[in-house]
């Protein structure tokens, strides 16, 4: 049973989302503050986290960052206020893979924990090195290796630290490469949602932290290129044994 941490100080809120999630199949656990959010998460492994931004003393922008710092990589998923686009911003940046704006129904919040989860396997890191099987789906481009079965990302033979969308993101672009992507065509194959408008700088958000993580010079980008006006391409270039 896939387990969810639900974050919010609003009991009502909790109890809404607990008996929805749990009629769907979900198994909950909660918290009400940041501090015990990320108790939770080190001790009792949820496969995803719903983390209201809002919360007395450490809020939930701060309890993602201090995860990811950590390299704790739990799907995140932040509840934000309708207007507070910063926040949204800000979550994207450090690591969120989704959010949700309040208010909402919680079918909303269900489909966006499926589309966020729907390509992992739940209870795992997703950028796990173990494992005994060969893979032979392993995309591979300059010094970048993908192991699309492993979930396993390396560069130059050393293991690279994604988060789950991220990876997702990677994954969806390197399969489809040489094809110029729109961000809405991104955000669909991606997210599993439809997007638009503002929510589009999800994908230049997460794309910017894939250069971070993989590019020589994230700069002027050599595998994951802007196609200007049009969207974004992942480019396959020679491995260094092809050149």
Do not use: C
């Amino acid at each position: 049973m896939t387990k969810i941490l639900v974050v919010d100080d609003e009991p009502s809120l909790v109890t809404l989302l607990s008996y929805n999630l749990e009629k769907n199949g979900f198994e909950v656990i909660t918290a009400t503050d940041g501090n015990q959010a990320i108790e939770r998460v080190v001790v009792d492994k949820p496969d995803l986290v719903l983390l209201d931004v809002m919360l007395p003393g450490k809020s939930g922008t701060d309890v993602l960052r201090e995860l990811r710092q950590e390299k704790n990589n739990v799907p995140i998923i932040l509840v934000t206020a309708v207007d507070d686009e910063v926040d949204k911003i800000l979550g994207l940046e450090i690591g969120a893979d989704d959010y949700v704006t309040k208010p909402f129904s919680p079918r909303e919040v269900i489909a966006r924990l499926r589309a966020v989860m729907r390509r992992y396997e739940i209870g795992g890191d997703a950028n796990r090195a173990s494992g005994q099987a060969t893979s032979d789906r392993i995309l591979t481009t300059g010094r970048i290796t993908i192991d699309l079965d492993k979930l396993v990302v390396q560069k130059a033979g050393e293991l690279v630290k994604l988060t789950p969308k991220e990876f997702e993101l990677l994954a969806y672009m390197a399969d489809r490469a040489g094809r110029v992507l729109d961000r809405e065509t991104i955000l669909h194959g991606v997210w599993g949602f439809e997007y638009s408008g503002p929510d589009t700088r999800m994908v230049d958000m997460h794309l910017s932290h894939l250069r971070d993580k993989l590019e020589d010079n994230p700069k002027d980008p050599q595998i994951l290129k802007t196609v200007r006006g049009f969207g974004y391409r992942f480019e396959k270039i020679p491995t260094p044994n092809e050149v």
